[in-house]
């Protein structure tokens, strides 16, 4: 498999890029950055060093793209991941440095060079990916598989009762991208809050192997779980980006999903960023109310339910 990974590198973006990297078989052909969780350069710098951290330093190239959403003020998650996004580890600098190159066009030259061959993990806002679907009309249909950690599934976000943060910050981005024409996966946090959170025996057990990218998987996380503690009264640790990491390594982890038409929410007062997840209309329901339109053809695979135990037993 090779793979493009579109990240606002902090704390769970991190581990899910090592788990691409040190999965056998699969080749990460370039990290590239989208404005998000945290300061833009610090995203980049977590990107260089993460690439230390997995042993692949100078080997995978990073290209900085959008560090804005396309009609919205920047919203970032400093209170989440801490100021440097790895919990205020403040690593030192990695020796790798950015390419120069814009990421929108690093995307759109890597998959236009390699057509039907790139699978792209969208962890981010999808300012990036939305930014070449505008630049490079052929750009959707050119990529293998774009797998999305974004969105809800009808039920609640995590910035605001009725959007998840990739889509709430860009949602004219996610409103393109979704309607693009991608051979597309969705993971939502409806699916996170479910399957991709570790107890508290659990996170102890994973820091007890105590290697170095145990003692990093710690330490990346550590200000979300007490963020969690903060908000919810609970510090259970979620781990969307690499729980959608992990069903693209091994699609074995994805117990239900379902085909569905999926839109984004950019008009509404309380409702920005807002994901419709629907099943695709029968005829007869059409006929019943016509003033809903045609229905579309399902747009994205919905995971349903995810794989908890195995997934844990990935990291
Ligand atoms: C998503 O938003 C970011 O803060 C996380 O990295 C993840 O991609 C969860 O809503
Ligand atoms: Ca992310």
């Known amino acids: 498999m090779r793979v493009i990974i579109d990240t606002d590198t902090a704390g769970d973006d991190c581990f899910s ?17 989208c404005g998000g969780n945290i300061a833009f350069e610090q995203q980049i710098e977590n990107a260089l060093y993460t690439l230390e951290v997995a042993g692949k330093g100078g080997k995978v190239p990073v290209y900085a793209g959008c560090q804005r959403p396309m009609m919205r003020k920047p919203v970032d998650a400093e209170y989440v991941f801490g100021k440097d996004g790895m919990s205020d580890a403040n690593y030192p600098r990695a020796h790798q440095r950015a390419e120069t190159t814009h990421a929108v066009q690093a995307l759109i030259d890597i998959v236009m060079a390699n057509p039907g061959e790139i699978t792209i993990l969208a962890q981010a806002p999808l300012t990036n990916i939305a930014a070449a679907v505008v630049q490079e009309p052929r750009f959707a249909a050119a990529v293998k598989h774009l797998w999305i950690m974004g969105g809800t599934d009808n039920s609640l976000g995590n910035v605001t009762p009725a959007a998840e943060f990739n889509f709430y910050v860009d949602p004219e981005a996610a409103q ?16 996170s809050v479910q399957d991709s959170v570790l107890y508290a025996d659990e996170l102890a057990a994973l820091d007890a ?35 959608t990491c992990a069903l693209m390594l091994d699609e074995s982890l994805i ?24 099943s695709p209309r029968l005829p007869a329901q059409e006929e019943a109310d016509p003033d809903l339109g045609k229905a579309d053809a399902p747009n994205a695979r919905v995971i349903r339910r995810a794989d908890r135990a195995g997934f844990l037993a990935m990291l």
């Not at 890029?17 to 950055?33: D, F, H, N, R």
């Open 17 to 33: 890029m090592l788990l691409a990297l040190a999965y056998p078989g699969v080749s990460v052909e370039a990290i590239t950055i």
């Open 176 to 191: 393109i991208v979704m309607n693009a024409g991608f051979a597309c996966t969705l993971s939502t946090w409806t699916l």
């Open 209 to 243: 192997i105590g290697t170095p990218l145990a003692k990093f998987f710690t330490q990346v996380n550590k200000a979300s779980v007490e963020f969690s503690l903060a908000r919810y009264g609970q510090g259970d640790s979620l781990h969307p980006d690499s729980l």
């Open 255 to 278: 117990l239900a999903a379902g085909d569905c038409v999926v839109d984004v929410e950019t008009q509404g007062r309380l409702t920005r960023g807002y994901s419709s997840v629907s």
